[in-house]
């Protein structure tokens, strides 16, 4: 089975404060995206890495910085932590090339930014 | 510009009873997802879709796709109160592309009563 983790369930910050979220996925996987889910909003892409250091920006990398430097880990970076990044946060990996590219999904973080 | 729409957002359904959910999409594409999410959980894959008339069951489930329309629904037959939970429909951004964006719906939040 795919496993997709990350770093923390809950997490609650101050405004200002940098904020690293951590996603690592077991299955070797090439591409890795970041979504943010909002009540009312569904899922959003935030960024995506198709590669090793690769990123691309999805619908609303505002505030957002990624890193991706083993193919395993993606991380999402708040730069600075702002009240309205108040949201559930679920990182995905899928394999491209396959037919059906299903993308498997972690267990999310859910971030309070006071 | 790929827009999704789902509906309805909200459906309450008494167990026992058959519903349908829609789910419409505005340009090509050639890959349709169903995620179910379950309160304070992850995304689960149900289906995927990729080509016109395919038709997938599982349980009391039912997908089908209708590329001519860019109409997907969600079947559900003689709903159980497991049923309950969020169901989001998503596609491929990248028409015969290997990135694997995906663009969700908002979801439907299904309520099974007895």
């Known amino acids: 089975d795919v496993k997709v983790t990350q770093s923390s369930r809950y997490l609650v910050k101050r405004t200002g404060e940098k904020v690293f979220l951590e996603c690592v996925q077991d299955?070797?996987?090439?591409?890795m995206f970041w979504y943010r889910q909002d009540p009312g909003l569904g899922l959003r892409l935030i960024y995506f890495?198709?590669?090793?250091?690769?990123?691309e920006k999805g619908d609303i990398p505002e505030g957002y910085s990624v890193s991706r430097e083993k193919k395993e880990r993606f991380s999402l970076i708040l730069e600075s932590a702002s009240t309205n990044q108040t949201s559930m946060y679920l990182c995905?990996?899928?394999?491209?090339?396959?037919?059906?590219?299903?993308?498997?999904f972690g267990p999310g973080t859910r971030l309070l930014v006071l | 510009e790929l827009k999704v729409e789902q509906n309805p957002l909200f459906l309450s359904m008494q167990e026992g009873k058959n519903y349908t959910i829609y789910c419409n999409y505005s340009?090509?594409?050639?890959?349709l997802y169903w995620y179910r999410q379950d309160p304070g959980k992850s995304l689960e894959s149900l289906f995927v879709?990729?080509?016109?008339?395919a038709v997938k069951q599982e349980g009391r489930l039912m997908a089908s796709l209708d590329t001519k329309a860019r109409l997907s629904t969600l079947h559900i037959t003689a709903a159980v109160h497991d049923l309950s939970a969020t169901y989001f429909c998503?596609?491929?951004?990248?028409?015969?592309?290997?990135?694997?964006?995906?663009?969700f719906g908002k979801g439907t939040k299904l309520s099974v009563k007895p």
């Open positions: 995905a990996s899928s394999r491209p090339g396959t037919i059906q590219e299903t993308q498997y």
């Open positions: 299955m070797d996987h090439e591409n």
């Open positions: 890495s198709y590669d090793v250091k690769m990123k």
């Open positions: 340009t090509t594409s050639d890959r």
């Open positions: 879709l990729l080509s016109n008339g």
């Open positions: 998503a596609v491929a951004a990248n028409y015969g592309g290997s990135q694997g964006n995906l663009i």
